[in-house]
């Protein structure tokens, strides 16, 4: 066994030895029972407690709000097209110092691996006992081997360069009130070393808006805008987009895209399928008796693009499938109500009040 399948299957294998879990206990809303922990968080807790909705779209909060229930979490909804936040559900979790991404670190890791030529559409890795396999299967099925491969293939510095032009290891908003920067490692971790960072994000700590940022830069063609939370009249007329830097990755986005489509067709996101295609990435672990699920996504049709992080922190049943669950009806409740039919103009009747609108 090689020194990397040693090290994924330490992480990986001692899952399948934990009896499956029983089903999950609500007690009121901040109370979960689950066995496989013990957990600090809560699996359920009112989400929007705290939250000042005061100058987001009123239409998407509500939808946020709704498909996000009663699961603590945070969903983050953003218009690729100007870096524009257009909601934020439990901003304190999503303007926090972030947590481990996951398997949504891979976005990054296929990226620099493009960058790099070090793979290509057509490239398949021989995987042990996996045979061979492309990028479009591996992200659609998020495969920990292979991108375990590829990171060890780029080397950390490469990796890291990379990390950081995404967006990684800084703040993604501009003068947004509390938010902060995440982290990224200087130096490989010393659990797994570059395959743990490239297959998990281990020692990374991702924040909501770091990935919706990251999203939004895939979603417009390349574009890293700096985003934005307008919460006056005169914030929103006087909006501007801010380009953070522009990112050579226009060639690469249509190598990329089609894994994270696979993976709401029939991969680790198809409880995110609806009628139109979407593109996205899950993410499922464990950080500090925390368990996370991860999902990061925009839509690939309409005259309005959108982009949709969401972000589970609980116990055992919080996963990535479940956070692109949640996601999908976002998604489902706004197109019902033929919301990306047209681009809307920012008027005042698009302003939320806090003390009317979208808390429980």
């Not at 603590?72 to 991404?101: C, E, H, T, W, Y």
């Not at 990535?320 to 005042?348: H, M």
């Amino acid at each position: 066994m090689t020194r990397m399948a040693a090290v994924l299957n330490t992480v990986a294998k001692p899952a399948a030895a934990v009896k499956p879990a029983p089903a999950v206990v609500r007690i009121g809303l901040a109370q979960a029972s689950v066995a496989g922990g013990p957990w600090t968080k809560p699996t359920f807790a009112d989400s929007t407690d705290g939250d000042n909705v005061d100058g987001e779209d009123l239409v998407v909060r509500r939808a946020a709000v709704e498909a996000l229930g009663d699961y603590n979490g945070s969903v983050v909804a953003a218009d690729p097209s100007n870096g524009r936040i257009l909601s934020m559900v439990n901003q304190k979790l999503a303007l926090s110092g972030g947590f481990q991404p996951c398997s949504t670190v891979k976005i990054s890791v296929a990226l620099a691996g493009l960058s790099e030529e070090a793979l290509s559409a057509e490239t398949k890795f021989r995987l042990p006992g996996l045979g061979k396999m492309d990028l479009t299967y591996a992200l659609a099925h998020s495969n920990n081997y292979f991108f375990a491969t590829l990171g060890e293939k780029l080397g950390f510095e490469k990796v890291s360069y990379y990390a950081h032009l995404l967006g990684y290891g800084e703040k993604a908003g501009l003068n947004i009130p509390g938010e902060q920067p995440g982290r990224y490692p200087a130096a490989p971790p010393r659990n797994g070393g570059v395959a743990m960072l490239c297959s998990f994000g281990e020692e990374i700590s991702q924040t909501p808006l770091q990935l919706a940022a990251l999203m939004s830069a895939l979603a417009n063609g390349g574009t890293l805008y700096y985003l934005q939370y307008p919460k006056t009249l005169l914030e929103m007329r006087s909006f501007i987009p801010r380009v953070k830097r522009r990112l050579d990755i226009a060639r690469l986005i249509p190598v990329v895209e089609p894994g994270m489509r696979a993976a709401v067709e029939f991969g680790t996101a198809r409880r995110a399928r609806d009628d139109g295609p979407i593109a996205g990435k899950t993410g499922t672990c464990s950080q500090d008796h925390t368990h996370l699920g991860w999902f990061g996504s925009f839509n690939g049709e309409g005259a309005r693009k959108l982009v949709v992080v969401v972000l589970l922190t609980g116990g055992r049943p919080d996963s990535g499938p479940l956070a692109a669950g949640i996601a999908g009806d976002l998604y489902r409740i706004l197109g019902e109500k033929n919301y990306f039919a047209s681009a809307q103009p920012i008027t005042p009747d698009t302003l939320v009040a806090s003390r009317i609108c979208c808390s429980r």
